[in-house]
């Protein structure tokens, strides 16, 4: 794989990447060159503890400078990549120089899908953050476009901040791409018990100061207007480069472009996916994480396919939710445990075969979950609902 690799964007993934490189051994040239400026950081406190006040902006750097050298990672900040020349195995840089490659690695990630209104503003990286949390201190009525996990948990701040909130939707439910019907009530019911307003089914037409209009022709009062409404993956280098892309950069089970030289993992990267059934693009730390690992790996020679089991989390008010597996094929649902005392798990199976664990304030549900299904350890849905059976033992005793 020669020696000198080349990371574009230095986000969860493309961090990893340069860490699993040198842990596994790898001793050659490692740029990692990102477009924002500053440390790499993580995104998920910045709408959970940063917009809440509880955690400084500065913390959430996943480590401090001297890391880089002392790694003899070449951090390339607020550098942008403009093309990549394949031919010559060189990727160029929007400041003019050329750099040479014979790895590339293409952790671009994505950007905030945006609406053709001014005035609103998104949550992705850390200057949005910054302004978020001025905003939203200054702020009393607060309307969040979008009910996905990312609105939620802003709405979960600002109504714990004590503004009031109303979380427009344009379905009828909640994180309807993520979870089962009975997970989204459950949540809609949660925010309304502490107060926060829902406009479901309801799409924003237009924002002006102070006012947000629905569809419907009613308004809002918004002092701050917030969307979360998912994110377009950034794949013009390869479109440019002649890559193939989907939904996403389209890479084989190996996390490789059509190009050998080329690999695209995390938020970017459209897989096979075996908890899939098909083809996915996952937006989680665990996909950046274990695919930038799968890539290091494969760099030092040690080829295996991307086959993690993917898992999730999202932190709203007092509930923790931890996810592992892909709910979308579920055919049944079961719960353990009950809703009323807000640690329960639901399983989803297809076919009677266990698809996926979504756990409410149950982290030990959840980490069996992982281990589950990533062993294929059969569980019946009866078995699932039934308290009496440890699911723990099901593991030791299939193996
Ligand atoms: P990114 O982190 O987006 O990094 C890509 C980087 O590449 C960016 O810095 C981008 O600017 C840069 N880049 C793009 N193009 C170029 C170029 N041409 N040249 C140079 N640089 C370039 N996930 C969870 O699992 N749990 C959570 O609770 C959770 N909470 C979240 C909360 C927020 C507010 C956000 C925004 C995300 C959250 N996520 C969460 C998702 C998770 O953070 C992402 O899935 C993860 O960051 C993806 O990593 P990535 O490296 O693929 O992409």
Redesign the pocket.
Known sequence: MGSRVVI?????????VAVSLRADGFDGLIAL????RGL?Y???????TVLAGKQHIDSVAFRPERFYQDQRIELMPG????GIDRASRQVFL?AGSRLPYDTLVL?????VRTLPMDGILY???REH?VELKQRLDAAANVVVIGGG??GL?VAAVARESGKTVCVTEVQSRLMARAVAPVLSDFYREAHRGVGVRFALDAAVTNVSDGEVTLGDGSTLPADLVVAGIGVVP?T??TVEAGLPTGDGILVDDHLRTADEHIFA?????DHPNVFAGGRAR???????VDQAKCVAAQIVGKSAPYSAVP?????QFDLKLQMCGLSSRADRVVTRGTMESRKFSLFYFRDRRLLAVDSMNRPADHMVGRKLLAAGTSLTPEQAEDESVDLKSLLTSAN
């Open positions: 574009v964007g230095a986000g969860q993934a493309g961090f990893q060159i990102g477009d924002e790499p993580q995104r998920p406190p910045l709408s959970k550098e942008k990549v403009a929007a952790a671009t990630g994505a950007r949550l992705r990286d953050a996990f990312i948990e950034n013009e280098l993992i995390g938020d970017c990267a996952i937006e989680s730390v665990q996909n950046a898992w999730f989390w999202t932190d």
